[in-house]
């Protein structure tokens, strides 16, 4: 993590198709645009209403890419945790701010859906070449686990794993 990194946690939904590209590294990376209203409630009329609305780009990388195109469609309500950041983009002339989210985890929003989790599993060489680092991922029932650790020369083998 950086120095005054501007770190959020979104609830919204999906706005738009979750497109899903390989780039010149070979990872990757998913892009889809996330829609999120406020609700306030106005105590004299004892309603609900929207408030602001805000519609921003979500990035991710790596397995949380594969699993975000796999998983995600347009309208799917979504908590998404990440890296904020505002970038001036200029189009004929005009600037304006882009406020992106670079995800480093996104679920379902269970206050309004279901949803039944499957874990992801790949080959032992698989997962040190795709896996984020610090990640915890099982290998076969009858292996002990795979920590991957930034840095680290060779995966360790451990007993016990934390959920």
Same mark, same amino acid.
């Given at each position: 993590? /950086?120095?005054?990194?501007?770190?959020?946690t979104?609830?919204?939904?999906v706005?738009?198709a979750v497109?899903?590209?390989?780039?010149g590294t070979?990872f990757?990376?998913?892009?889809?645009r996330l829609?999120?209203?406020?609700?306030?409630? #106005?105590?004299?009329?004892r309603s609900?209403? #929207?408030? /602001?609305?805000?519609?921003?780009?979500?990035?991710?990388?790596?397995?949380l890419?594969?699993n975000a195109?796999?998983s995600?469609?347009?309208?799917d309500p979504v908590v998404?945790?990440g890296r904020l950041?505002?970038?001036?983009?200029e189009?004929?002339g005009?600037?304006?701010?882009?406020v992106?989210?670079e995800?480093t985890?996104i679920?379902p929003?269970?206050?309004?859906?279901?949803a039944?989790p499957?874990?992801?599993?790949?080959?032992?060489d /698989?997962?040190e070449?795709r896996?984020?680092?610090?990640?915890?991922?099982?290998?076969?029932e #009858?292996?002990?686990?795979?920590i991957?650790?930034?840095?680290?020369e060779?995966?360790?083998?451990?007993a016990?794993?934390?959920f």
């Amino acid at each position: 993590m /950086a120095y005054n990194e501007s770190r959020v946690t979104i609830c919204g939904n999906v706005a738009s198709a979750v497109t899903h590209t390989k780039v010149g590294t070979g990872f990757s990376r998913a892009k889809f645009r996330l829609f999120t209203a406020e609700r306030v409630w #106005d105590a004299e009329d004892r309603s609900w209403s #929207d408030g /602001a609305k805000m519609f921003l780009t979500v990035t991710c990388w790596r397995m949380l890419a594969d699993n975000a195109h796999a998983s995600l469609n347009r309208g799917d309500p979504v908590v998404i945790t990440g890296r904020l950041a505002i970038k001036d983009v200029e189009h004929d002339g005009k600037v304006s701010q882009l406020v992106e989210v670079e995800a480093t985890a996104i679920g379902p929003n269970l206050a309004l859906c279901t949803a039944t989790p499957l874990r992801t599993r790949l080959a032992p060489d /698989a997962i040190e070449a795709r896996a984020a680092p610090e990640i915890v991922a099982p290998r076969k029932e #009858d292996e002990l686990p795979l920590i991957l650790t930034v840095g680290s020369e060779a995966p360790k083998e451990v007993a016990e794993v934390p959920f």
